[in-house]
Nanobody, 113 residues
Framework: QVQLVESGGGLVQPGGSLRLSCEAS????????MGWYRQAPGKQRELVAT???????TYSDSVKGRFTISRDNAQNTVYLQMNSLKPEDTAVYYC???????WGQGTQVTVSS
């Protein structure tokens, strides 16, 4: 099992930036595919971005060009750099590990003036 702890959420104005972090611990040999998901009030959880251990990334169309996912394998940490934030990016953001299907507790991101 992999334990995931997110941090870095908060309140930001439209057009601003935030960087989320997700630190993995436990059976970290299984950390292969890491992803960020988000869930807005009244909506289903949706995939934001993924990154494989070899660095290959994918993004949802709604964040492509604004968000960047990266990982530091030595630190067992995955990041989500979010730029040009919009009110519709407001959600709880969750970290996910693909092999163990582990989830973090989530971190709130609110984009509002």
């Amino acid at each position: 099992q992999v334990q995931l702890v997110e941090s870095g959420g908060g309140l930001v104005q439209p057009g601003g930036s935030l960087r989320l972090s997700c630190e993995a611990s436990g059976s970290i040999f299984s950390v292969y595919r890491m992803g960020w998901y988000r869930q807005a009030p009244g909506k289903q959880r949706e995939l934001v971005a993924t990154i494989l251990s070899n660095g290959i990334t994918t993004y949802s169309d709604s964040v492509k060009g604004r968000f960047t996912i990266s990982r530091d394998n030595a630190q067992n940490t995955v990041y989500l750099q979010m730029n040009s934030l919009k009110p519709e990016d407001t959600a709880v953001y969750y970290c996910h590990e693909g092999l163990s299907q582990s989830w973090g507790q989530g971190t709130q991101v609110t984009v509002s003036s």
